[in-house]
């Protein structure tokens, strides 16, 4: 059951379905038609515990496959989704495998440097004390906010590596 839970967990993140999703009637049908013998979890224990558990796996997955303190390079970006709200996401790259870390929902907050520089450290504290991973560098949007955040974040950490992405040229 465990293992159909995380598998189904993992399905709904990769096709991008709504945790909701899973009690359409429809859905369970589908279940309940095909593999009669599954439990179909809740949306709150799918976007609660068994979420979570997967997110301890995966940190400890790259805890495992990396040595401590191997380097690491920080990313991000900003957008609009469907409905319209501005998200920021960062991605991290070690020896050149390249993992999702957070998505950011900015729209309660002003799209600010000083917004761009506090996530961006969020995130640099979150490599290096729970992944025991060594940042080296950061790269992003060239534009605005962006481009104000990484110039704080290299004046705090002026031995960082700070680039503009090439693919926002």
């Not at 796996?57 to 989704?81: C, M, P, Q």
């Not at 640099?124 to 950061?138: F, S």
């Not at 949007?141 to 960082?160: C, I, N, S, T, V």
């Amino acid at each position: 059951q465990e293992a159909f839970s995380q598998q189904l967990l993992r399905a709904c993140i990769s096709a991008g379905w709504s945790f909701n999703s899973i009690t359409d009637p429809e859905v369970q049908k589908l279940f309940h038609n095909y593999i009669p013998r599954a439990i179909i979890p809740t949306r709150q224990a799918l976007s609660g515990k068994i979420l979570q558990a997967e997110v301890t796996r995966v940190e400890g997955e790259i805890k495992n496959t990396f040595h401590k303190g191997a380097y690491s390079v920080l990313s991000g970006d900003g957008w609009r989704d469907l409905a319209k709200i501005h998200q920021i996401a960062f991605t991290h790259t070690v020896e050149r495998w390249t993992y999702i870390l957070h998505v950011h929902d900015t729209l309660a907050k002003k799209k600010t440097g000083q917004l761009v520089f506090e996530l961006m450290e969020e995130e640099y504290n979150y490599v290096k004390d729970t992944l025991l991973l060594t940042m080296i560098g950061v790269c992003g949007d060239a534009g605005g906010d962006e481009k104000r955040g990484h110039l704080l974040f290299l004046q705090k950490y002026p031995w960082m590596l700070v680039t503009d992405c090439w693919s926002h040229q």
